[in-house]
Structure formats: structure tokens, C-alpha cells
């Protein structure tokens, strides 16, 4: 994140007046001024999305649509997911990947009916674009104008639903367009905090409106993206550019359950994507190393880049942290990173180096906390 | 009188011995302060030296020794409880007393006019 008095020279979301007078301290974040937290802070904030719901701005965003009935085809050709088989109304978490089995973006794919609605990350998604132009030509466009708002926590369905009634028959993954205080919006049960929660796709001259009326709701506060990126983190979700890039397969990157049979080896639809050898391979023979959850056993965090050694005095870094910080729910640091897969078990104890030391941490499970998925 | 550095610590002075915490405008620049590591009671330190390290929930600063000394006391309340240096940074929030040899070593750092005009 580049520092904030850039901020003006960075693009604005429709919430911008807003964030202002929330008092939202803005950064710069691939390209734009986003909150990075409000006065309240991004422990309180993490922790009150936890305990109610926080409402997010994302509309940094890329919302794109891939019209015509090839569609779903076409970018089956670009992901290693089964897109054909995903029914109208459902969504699913998928990744671009490269000739050599990299991970280009991971996005999130739904099923509109008509159309495929995909939400993609910011930095990302000049690159996105132009790749599915490449391949799907006019098919792919932008979805113009819209902003992005996520209302997670676990009560983030009762505040909603005061607004939009229909989105309580929505489970986890469902998505829907729906008519919101007036505004067409994509309304999906999803998001990025490892709670209940919904991100709402809603046209720019209509956020604002719906950003206020949700932040009036009492169980809803704003969250900026130091909240958004400690609860992705406990819930072990991946941050591209950080834990996910074009150097780690989605197999290395403990995603393989977001490949689906039908696009294995022995499938219906067996490959057929980018970096498919690859990838395919791995999820037969296992990788060469793996995302894993990562606890350190003091009180100090370890964050991303400490070299990670398999030994207290050993010479050689044999992996190396990629997201880690003070995870606020447990009171304690988490972290994750990369392992050659001999030491990927739970319960293995490698070192870190953090100031010229080393200090020791186990492997472990993810999330580090429980998720609260709505799924039936 | 109450001094202040450019990496935004305030030094109290008495007898030779500089009390040390960060100041209220570095407290809300970090955010929520959630771990704290202090210097080795006894240890010897040269100004520059890194001697202690903040870490928010944001990101991990490092404290700089601002004089050349002995570390004569630390505070391990705020060990127990870093939310301590963001409620209270100029009081129960401070980090290390450090004895110096020569008082007038403080003289180059800021008052408080001129801290002020600093952090704007």
C-alpha cells in the first residue's frame, strides 16, 4: 500500500463522500483511495464483524459479464473449474491460470442464467480483461458503472433482509438479482471475512444511498481493509500478489478442492486449461510444496516474507511466509506460507527468522477460525 | 522538559536518567498496538541502536535508542498489555528508562513548539 497523502491522486469508488465523513483513513490500493480503517480501528472492527456485521467497500473491484451460450465453455478453456456444470443461481470460486500452471487472478464466478457474472481483484483486472477479450472476444464486457458493497458478520442476513427480503432464502454461494431500495443489484451469500455475509453488486448512483441505509441498521458498522485483510486471513482465505501469484499452482496453493472431477484427469472435461500438464499432474502425484497455516509458538507476528528453516540452526530457507499478523479473534499472531510437502503436516515445527532470530511455529489446520458459511 | 525525536519519541529527563514511550500522534499512526518487545534490562546501548519493536495490527516499528546508555528500567505492563501504549502513550504507555552520562545530549532534540510543527 503506497502511502496516504497519494491518495489524491488515486481513483475514487462511488463511496468516496462517504468514507470522508465516516472519518475513513484512506490509502492507496491497487490504484484507488480506500479506508484502510475508521476511528473505531481495525481490531474493533474486525472484531465487531465477527460479533454482528461490518459493511465493506469493494467496489475497486472488476465486475465483469461473459454474454452468449458459449460462455460458460469459453472460460472453461481459461480456469481448471467446472463451468459448465455450475447451475443458474450458484457461484463458485475459480483461478486464471498460465501455460506453466500458475495462478493469473482467482476470482469468482456466477451464474446469472443469461449470462456469467464474474467479480475479479482490482490489480488484476486490466490484465483480466484483456485476457478473457482475448479469448471470448465481445463476449466479455465490463460491468459498467457499478460499485461493490460486502455486508459480512453474522448478523449481517437480519440487516439485509430488512432492505431486500428475498435474500434470506439465499445459502452460501447461491447469487441473485434483485431490486434493492429501488437499485438492480447481484446480490451473492459470499464474501472474504470466513463469515455469513453478502457482496452486493449495485449500480455507482445508487450505492451511497445503500451504504447509508445499511450502516443505519444498528448491527452494521464500516469496516476498511486492514479489518477486511485480518478476518481473510484468519479464515485462511489467499490474498493474491501474496499468498497466490503466477509462481504457485493452484495444487501447491492448497486449492485443488476448487477443482472440480469433471476437469481432472479421467474427467468428462479432463484439462483443457492453461498450465493443464501441470496441474494435472500434481493433483495425481502431490506437489513439490504447500500453503499451510502457520502458528507461531510466542507472541510476536511473523509476517509475510520471513524466510521460513527447518531447523533452529540451519543455513538454508526451505519456504517462506506469505500472509501473517495479530489474528484479533484469537488474541494470538497466524500466519501462512509455503512448506516443501514432506513438512506440511499439521503439527510440524519449523522456524522463522524475524529480527535475527528464530522463532519456532507449528503447522496447523485452516481457518484458524471457525467459519460460519450459511449453507442450509 | 519533555523532548521529542524525529521517529516520534518523547524523553523525559531526571537525574541523569531519560524516561522513553512513543508519542500520542505515533500511537494513533500505528493503530492498535497488539505486541511489544523491550530491550534487556542492564543492556548497554548506542544511540541508533534498534532496541525495541511495536508491532500493530498493521505493521511492526521499530524503537530506536535515542542516546547512548544503560537500560535501567522497562515497563512490563505495557508487555502484558501493548493496548496500554494507545490509551495512554505519555504516561503509563512509556517503554524504557535509560541513564545516560551527559544530560546535555538532549539539548539537539525537539520541544514541544517544534515537535508540533513536525507532525503538522
Known amino acids: 500500500m503506497s502511502a496516504p497523502d497519494e491518495a489524491g491522486t488515486l481513483l475514487q469508488t462511488p463511496l468516496a463522500g462517504l468514507h470522508a465523513e465516516l472519518g475513513g483513513k484512506m490509502v492507496g490500493f491497487a490504484g484507488y483511495a480506500l479506508p484502510v480503517q475508521y476511528p473505531a480501528g481495525v481490531l474493533k472492527e474486525h472484531l465487531h464483524c465477527r460479533a454482528s456485521a461490518a459493511l465493506f467497500d469493494v467496489s475497486h473491484m472488476g465486475q465483469i459479464v461473459l454474454e452468449g451460450a458459449e460462455a460458460a465453455e469459453a472460460l472453461e478453456s481459461l480456469v481448471p473449474v467446472d463451468v459448465l456444470g455450475l447451475k443458474p443461481g450458484r457461484q463458485r470460486y475459480a483461478m486464471f491460470t498460465n501455460a506453466d500452471g500458475g495462478i493469473l487472478d482467482d476470482l469468482m464466478v456466477a451464474n446469472l442464467g443469461e449470462r456469467l457474472f464474474l467479480v475479479v481483484n482490482a490489480a488484476c483486472k486490466a490484465a483480466d480483461f484483456a485476457h478473457l477479450q482475448a479469448h471470448l472476444g465481445q463476449a466479455a464486457q465490463w460491468l459498467p458503472d457499478r460499485a461493490l458493497i460486502a455486508l459480512q458478520g453474522p448478523k449481517a442476513g437480519a440487516a439485509l433482509a430488512r432492505h431486500a427480503p428475498g435474500v434470506t432464502a439465499l445459502r452460501f454461494m447461491d447469487v441473485a438479482e434483485m431490486t434493492i431500495a429501488g437499485a438492480d443489484c447481484i446480490v451473492s451469500r459470499s464474501g472474504y471475512t470466513g463469515e455469513d455475509g453478502f457482496e452486493i453488486s449495485v449500480p455507482a448512483g445508487a450505492a451511497e444511498a445503500l451504504a447509508r441505509a445499511l450502516i443505519g441498521e444498528p448491527e452494521v458498522e464500516p469496516a476498511g481493509l486492514g479489518a477486511r485483510d485480518s478476518l481473510r486471513l484468519e479464515a485462511g482465505l489467499c490474498l493474491y500478489g501474496s499468498d497466490i501469484d503466477t509462481t504457485t499452482s493452484p495444487v501447491e496453493a492448497n486449492l485443488a478442492w476448487a477443482i472440480q472431477k469433471v476437469r481432472r484427469r479421467g474427467g468428462a472435461r479432463e484439462g483443457g486449461f492453461p498450465g493443464a500438464e501441470r496441474i494435472l499432474r500434481e493433483l495425481e502425484t502431490g506437489p513439490a510444496r504447500l500453503r499451510v497455516g502457520l502458528k507461531p509458538e510466542g507472541r510476536a507476528p511473523v509476517r509475510a516474507h520471513a524466510p521460513l528453516f527447518d531447523r533452529e540452526d540451519a543455513a538454508e530457507a526451505v519456504g517462506a511466509v506469505t500472509s501473517g499478523g495479530f489474528a484479533p479473534s484469537l488474541g494470538a499472531p497466524v500466519a501462512m506460507g509455503y512448506l516443501p510437502a514432506a513438512m506440511a503436516e499439521n503439527d510440524t515445527r519449523i522456524f522463522a527468522e524475524l529480527r535475527g532470530r528464530r522463532v519456532p511455529m507449528r503447522v496447523c489446520p485452516m481457518p484458524f477460525h471457525p467459519t460460519s458459511y450459511k449453507r442450509n | ?120
Do not use: C
Open chain 2, 1 to 120: 522538559m519533555t523532548k521529542y525525536t524525529e521517529e516520534h519519541e518523547w524523553l523525559d529527563e531526571e537525574d541523569g536518567v531519560v524516561t522513553v514511550g512513543i508519542t500520542e500522534h505515533a500511537a494513533e499512526q500505528l493503530g492498535d498496538i497488539v505486541f511489544i518487545e523491550l530491550p534487556e534490562m542492564g543492556a548497554t546501548v548506542s544511540k541508533g541502536d534498534q532496541v525495541a519493536t511495536i508491532e500493530s495490527v498493521k505493521a511492526a516499528s521499530d524503537i530506536l535508542a535515542p542516546l547512548d546508555g544503560e537500560i535501567v528500567e522497562i515497563n512490563e505492563t505495557i508487555v502484558d498489555n501493548p493496548a496500554l501504549v494507545n490509551e495512554d502513550p505519555t504516561g503509563e504507555g512509556w517503554f524504557f528508562r535509560i541513564k545516560i552520562e551527559d544530560p546535555s545530549a538532549l539539548d539537539e532534540f525537539m520541544d514541544a513548539d517544534a515537535y508540533a510543527e513536525l507532525i503538522g
